[in-house]
């Protein structure tokens, strides 16, 4: 579908045929520091959030954000985004990196007309500012031609190879193999991908962590991030809904208190993270956990893949 606007960006043409400003939204700064609830355990390298959508329409159950963004599940453009963020834009050095989305998914069915994150990626290129895409949506393919050439990678979240299991976590996503055919295009495109599996939670996709690192490995992913289910109140209330059995039988092991999320015990998410970091070494790629406590010798986001200098040709 071509991108659909009410009003024409200027200089954004050759990115997007009628690229959209976006309708609601306060007069706040876009690009913000990215600091997940100061967590004593979060080692990723210094980097600047922008989310051209406020709220999200995947409906993960497990979704952390909707504890904090009201009507998260109700996704609205930002209001003037492109307008703004050309602003913003010009105050940034090129050693900047810049992760889109790390709350709200850059990629909702609305970008498919509105191509609010194509225009996003288009600045945030011109200025060769270094470029981190992390979704759930296919719908980045359509925007490699931006991307292979800035400085940039792709993260894709894969929860689950299973159809069925992923229409109950994520029923708004794309599904799984969509996913995987996006990292292939992308790898193949010459884009780095970082394949996220996350969140694990035990009884419902632990059983996958060997068969996930094949997938996306095979795909073409280079480097993994993983993580366990981190319980907040409301996303344990959603994923208990439609796991009563195993929510149950994990209920009592959410001991251990981490800012405003509880953690299953250390020696348990250890041992699964072991199982994804094995499965990686035995693949030849790199593997980093995200917000757990375990050392990695790359950034553990996957940023150490985006060149230093924005590719040619």
Known sequence: MACQATRFAPG??????????????????????????????????????????????????????SSYVPRFFDCRPKAHLLERLGREVRRLSEDHLVALSLSSDPYPPLEARLCLTRGCLGL??????RIQVVTKSDLVRRDIDILRGARSSVSLT???LKEDLAR?????????????EAIEALSDGGIPV???????????????????????????ASHIVSSTYKARGDNFLRISSAFPSVMGA????????????????????????????????SRGITFSACREGVHSTVACDGSHLISERAPHG
């Open 194 to 220: 970082i394949a996220r599996i996350d969140p694990i939670i035990p009884g419902i996709n632990g059983d996958e962590i060997e068969d996930l690192v094949e997938a996306v490995a095979r795909a073409g």
């Open 250 to 281: 994990l209920s009592p092991l959410f001991i251990e208190r981490v800012g405003g999320s509880r953690y299953l015990p250390e020696k348990m998410r250890h041992a699964i993270l072991g199982r994804v970091a094995s499965a990686c070494r």
């Open 168 to 180: 109950r976590l994520e029923p708004g996503a794309p599904g799984p193999s969509r996913r995987i």
């Open 12 to 65: 954004l043409g050759r990115f997007c045929s009628r690229p959209s400003i976006g309708r609601n939204g306060a007069d706040r700064l876009l690009l913000r520091p990215f600091d997940p609830w100061k967590s004593p355990l979060c080692t990723c390298p210094p980097k600047l959030s922008l989310n051209p959508y406020t709220g999200c329409f995947h409906g993960c159950l497990y979704c952390y954000a």
């Open 124 to 129: 945030l290129a011109d200025a060769d500012l």
């Open 158 to 160: 894969v929860t689950t």
